[in-house]
């Protein structure tokens, strides 16, 4: 009898001291996972992987699964590391995102990382924590904050989508203005909330002889659009292009020629004199609920698998320079994106600010 | 037991206070106020708060911007479309209300319209604006097949995105919510008033300009009032419908919170709900001063 008890106490002893140690294990990696820097700093890709099964889960929000391929990415991510993820809010918007990470601090609901356009990442770089993915050194200076506290994932160009089963082709700017267009052109947002249809405006105004510090051109023309009721003020999606309610969309070339999946009948056009290109950027939520998993999604994200996911969703992965020289990128998904001559332009923040101002006192008149 | 001892001490502290005892029945109200200072008055103190609050702290340049042309347009279209639908729902809920009253009283027909309007007057939001665009939007099957057979309904302008298509969506829920606000007060005239008028030689003219008419007025005002409010706050039916321009003041707060573009202001929103109240509150004071007036004739 004694005899068993003592192995019996001496058992529990040993369970107790196993569980001491994993406590222990799981207490220090997942500290510094939250303050990892890199993945070195959690100990490489397995443990940071190893930790990232031990939280479970990943929260991300604002994702659309039909915007840059997302849905694909979004699974392949969980096939691959069996963590699975919980998707809030997909057609949010960045502020959507900045907002919940503000609102949900400090719960188990709060997003673990945010895919924001470049206006909202500089307004609130405090919220993020600083990493550098493996593949940090591909990323062009001017794509990323030094630290790490954000860094540029995808782009495209702006564009004209159109199909042309219901309107004539589109070979400039001023042909949005004759009467085959009558009730069909649409933004993707209002220009004084989402970033799409800022840069909408804005590539309007370039080709109008505007400049990236004058948006006004743009604004006139819209007017001008409104005056002949050309103009649908309701915001372009999958489905109102499916339905035929906007079959003329100012749109990121990748998201407009996402749509040749329901309308085959579905054109992109980009300007030659007006080539505006935009990127969104990553960052990790410095409050993360899951701080490895949110790590490795970056990882996921930055590998040649995500970026290529990214390309098939026809928007540019940030990294593609880089992988067409290792020859690590999709040749095919590449071939299929929409052709573009021409010097791109992109927005500095100081334009960006201030064609927000010029919009938010003038957009409402000039298409109400 | 503190609750109960409570106001025996408070009664032997002063028992000549006029006569009466300490009562108990304030305790009835407690949840109705709890729950109006949790869902009214916290708000809207939170709202006024937010008003003076800026990025650098306490600020005046959230109402100093209320001048901005922009803001004061989508104030003036709200008023306005509030102020429209009201009308327009009022007169045709009102006499929709009177042709379901000089029915059968117990009958299928007020039964069904009874019914019919108390989910309709419901009906707005998302599912309202959808119904909408699905039917006589512009790939609506209305529209469609009426241009088959060569009619265009938005030949001179896209109407039902604008202000003009706002007011006649909103008029889908503001006459359903005026028959139901206004049938009580149909019921409370009772036919022998008409008779009474008509013995003393009165004609129609006479029974509705000096008995009927005095006596609906309070409740018709009212309910244009009622109806008016509705309308100023609705914004889920503008939003689904429209989405440039942020036309109305309930959009524009809408877009001040969510803008990703740099236009993200939430002390400029909260300015923006604070007018809001007031224009209400004005709204509230202009309808006492009405039924007032009016309240002299049911004395």
Redesign the interface.
Known sequence: MSLGLGVRRLSILAGALVLLTACGQTTSSTTSAANAKSAADVGGMDALVTAAKKEGKLNVIALPPDWANYGAIISGFTAKYGIPIDSANPNG????EV?AVQQLAGTTRAPDVLD??M??AL?NTNLFAPYKVTTWNDILDSQKEPTGLWFQDYGGYMSIGYDSSKVPAVTSLDDLLGSGF??RVA?N???????AA?NGVMMTSIAQGGSPDDISKGVDFFHQLKLK?N?????ATTA?VK???TPVVFDWDYLSAAHGADVPTWKVFVPNNAILGGYYAQAVNKQAPHPAAARLWMEYLYSDEGQNLWLKGLARPVRMAAMQKSGKVDSAAAAKLPPVNGTPVFLSADQ??K??DY?????????? | MTVATKPLVETARRPLGGGRRFSLNWLGAVPFLAYVGIFLLLPTAIVVGGAFVGPDGLTLSNLAAMNKPYIIGAFVNAVVLSAASAVIGAILGAALAYAVVTGNPKGVLRRLVVSACGVLAQFGGVTLAFAFIATIGLAGFITVWLQQHGINIYANSLWLYQLNGLVLVYTYFQIPLMVLVFLPALDGIRPQWREATESLGGATWHYWRYVAGPLLAPAFFGGMLLLFANAFSAYATAAALINQGSIIASLLIANTLTSEVGLHQPGLASALALVMVVIVAIVMVLYTVLQQRTARWLR
Not at chain 1, 189 to 195: F, L, V
Not at chain 1, 231 to 235: A, G, H, K, M
């Open positions: 918007s960045s502020q959507d907002n924001i356009g206006a909202v307004a009558h009730g933004l947002g209002d220009p004084t909330k989402a970033n800022l009721g103009f649908v003020p309701v915001q109102t339905n035929g309610t960006a600010t064609a927000k919009l938010a006192s003038h957009w409402a008149q000039a298409i109400g």
